[in-house]
């Protein structure tokens, strides 16, 4: 059986301070006594009873601060509802996405997409962001807060992550990051990208993602014909650009996309031809998961044994009241 320990173990420290309240509080009734020759026996047995009072209010702080470091004792299992689903949104935001071969533009129509799935999501639910395009970026970590990872998301664009390029599989190990213990079953990844994997190690990191149970499944925007990329440069619109001056045109990769997908088991969808993609995702693949994984499960908590110390802190205080009031009859 293990010891007791305190969930605020930190603010021991703290309790250093009680002795020297109380001896500061005894100190000054010493240096009123030496005054007491000048006053009668009434108000000299008046203050003698101050130092038995400060005893007793710096043993009731004591005994409070005790109760507010939440003693903890021995272990029990409970039983947890566990149905919640960890939903990790992978938003490609390079500059390809500015594309408009999908209305209004990739990037928008995909954080349009991420939108739907919100008012799906239920209390257990959490959701997190990572953006990617050269390199990966932790936008939102796992969180309930709808409201907040709304306001974020609105945020993002081609400027939130500065490197050129399309890694997924920087995205994928990002998000991996987030992956909790004992919790990959009820992960789940969802690529929102054109597909231009220019590092070509996606599959290897989805194959990574299998291994830690996760399953990643994903969203294809733009065209396989290919678009042009519109900038917008101070305010003139233009085509980007390569180095050479050539227009660049970028095209959806359905075929990389479908084998990274099918590495962990996951599902290929074309935002041109699925209106609501992840609503989807969420209904035919992410409800049956959650369901399957686990209806209930059970933890191991510590008891806490704080009444032991509210008790008598409850009695000092009393006993205090019932005396001052006695005083003052």
């Not at 041109?272 to 191991?300: Q, S």
């Amino acid at each position: 059986m293990n010891g007791m320990t305190f969930e605020h173990g930190h603010a021991w420290p703290y309790l250093l301070l009680a002795p020297v309240f109380w001896l500061l509080l005894w100190g000054s009734i010493r240096r009123r006594r030496r005054a007491l020759a000048r006053y009668g026996a009434e108000l000299r047995e008046h203050v003698a009873g101050a130092g038995a009072r400060a005893t007793r209010l710096t043993v009731f702080l004591v005994l409070g601060f005790l109760t507010w470091m939440n003693p903890r004792l021995g272990q029990e299992t409970i039983a947890v509802s566990r149905r919640g689903l960890d939903l990790v949104f992978c938003l490609d935001t390079s500059r390809s996405m500015l594309a408009r071969d999908i209305d209004p533009n990739r990037l928008e129509r995909a954080k349009r997409d991420v939108f739907s799935a919100l008012p799906l999501l239920v209390g257990g639910d959490r959701v997190a962001l990572v953006a990617f395009a050269g390199k990966a970026r932790l936008v939102v970590p796992l969180t309930h807060d709808l409201d907040a990872f709304r306001e974020l998301v609105e945020r993002v664009d081609t400027d939130t992550v500065r490197l050129g390029g399309t890694d997924l599989a920087a995205a994928i190990r990002e998000g991996l990051e987030l992956v909790e213990k004992d919790s990959a079953q009820t992960t789940v990844f969802v690529m929102l990208t054109d597909g231009e994997d220019l590092t070509g190690a996606g599959k290897q990191a989805a194959k990574e993602a299998a291994d830690s149970g996760v399953v990643v499944h994903a969203i294809g925007y733009g065209s396989t014909r290919g678009s042009k990329i519109t900038v917008d440069e101070d305010g003139n619109e233009s085509f980007l650009q390569s180095r050479d001056g050539d227009e660049v045109v970028s095209a959806l990769d359905p075929d990389g996309l479908e084998a990274m997908t099918a590495v962990t088991g996951g599902e290929f969808l074309r935002a041109d031809v699925v209106p609501l993609p992840v609503v989807e995702l969420k209904h035919k693949r992410l409800d049956p998961m959650v369901k399957r994984a686990y209806d209930a499960g059970e933890d191991v908590v510590h008891k806490t044994r704080f009444q032991w110390i509210l008790l008598p802190a409850v009695l000092v205080l009393l006993l205090e009241m019932v005396l001052a009031k006695g005083s003052r009859r």
